[in-house]
């Protein structure tokens, strides 16, 4: 089974100010499917009609961050912001209806400023399962997946409450509901954990969706990094993933021209351009 590819239109065709215009551009360079952070600033409308013309699928979107001047990165798990979440998730559940999108990153958020990570852990991950149960039920109605994605704290983001594969299944086997599922970022969890393939291996039941970036620049698997990516890609496949690769990471240069790993992909495997990512949800 061949890998199906996400282009995530928050990281690729930066030069392109609009995500339609991006969107446009990943169906030009092969892409099916796309994925973006939270859409803020492009109306729903403009979105799928952009994607209804370049036969591309949004299978992604996150939940609004909460208030960026205040430094939040997500509230699913922020002591006392569970109203705010709730408005944001209900925000988000509808403009991934007008668009046709089934998945939605539920952000945890950042451990609050001036706290110790310690001593608040227990609050925090009380709100963030109660707030994640009531999000699955939401999401239940409307036939729709929620993902919770581990961020780095050691690079990436200091304050991120939720940071390792094992932390967030741990509170998906807590909270118990099947329509939520590991966002698992490879960049990620090397920086976190690196193992890929026995954590690949061990989450792979909880997994709903994957993103890729090399380690440590971020920058397209094929550049200089950490990452074996064509193996990667492999166990993917050899593990039956039937779910979405999205590409989150910063162009080294022009987007298209980086694309080559993608291109050598669809080629080593006999695919026209994209052509998997056709198959069926």
């Known amino acids: 089974m061949s890998l199906r ?5 928050s990281w690729l065709f930066p030069e392109l100010p609009a995500l339609p215009a991006r969107l446009e551009a990943a169906a030009a360079a ?3 499917a796309a994925e973006a952070a939270w859409p803020a600033g492009c109306p729903a409308q403009a979105l799928r009609a952009a994607a209804e013309r370049a036969g591309v699928r949004i299978v992604l979107l996150n939940t609004p961050p909460g208030d960026p001047e205040a430094g939040e990165m997500g509230l699913a798990a922020v002591p006392g912001r569970q ?20 998945r939605i ?6 451990v609050p400023l001036g706290a110790d990570r310690a001593a608040v852990a227990g609050e925090m991950e009380t ?7 009531y999000a699955a039920d939401l999401l239940a109605q409307e036939d729709m997946v929620g993902l919770v994605e581990p961020i780095n704290n050691r690079i990436t983001d200091p304050r991120y409450y939720l940071n390792t594969p094992h932390q967030a299944a741990a509170i998906l086997e807590k909270v118990g509901r099947p329509n939520l599922k590991l966002q698992l970022d490879l960049f990620h969890c090397q920086i976190m954990d690196g193992n890929l393939s026995h954590n690949l291996k061990t989450y792979f039941p909880l997994i709903g969706h994957i993103q890729i970036a090399q380690v440590p620049g971020r920058h397209e698997p094929d550049s200089a990094g950490e990452l074996n990516f064509p193996y990667v890609f492999e166990l993917l496949e050899s593990l039956g993933y039937s779910g979405y690769v999205g590409c989150e990471y910063a162009p080294k240069g022009d987007t298209v021209e980086g694309l080559g790993w993608l291109r050598s992909y669809w080629e080593r495997r006999g695919l026209q351009r ?7 949800e």
């Open 127 to 133: 709100t963030f399962t109660e707030n994640l149960r």
């Open 105 to 110: 990153h539920l952000m945890a958020g950042r």
């Open 274 to 280: 994209g052509s998997t990512g056709k198959a069926a």
């Open 5 to 9: 590819f996400s282009a995530n239109l």
């Open 83 to 102: 109203a705010a979440f709730r408005q944001g998730l209900a925000a988000a559940v509808q403009y991934a209806k007008a668009v046709g999108c089934p």
């Open 30 to 32: 092969g892409f099916v």
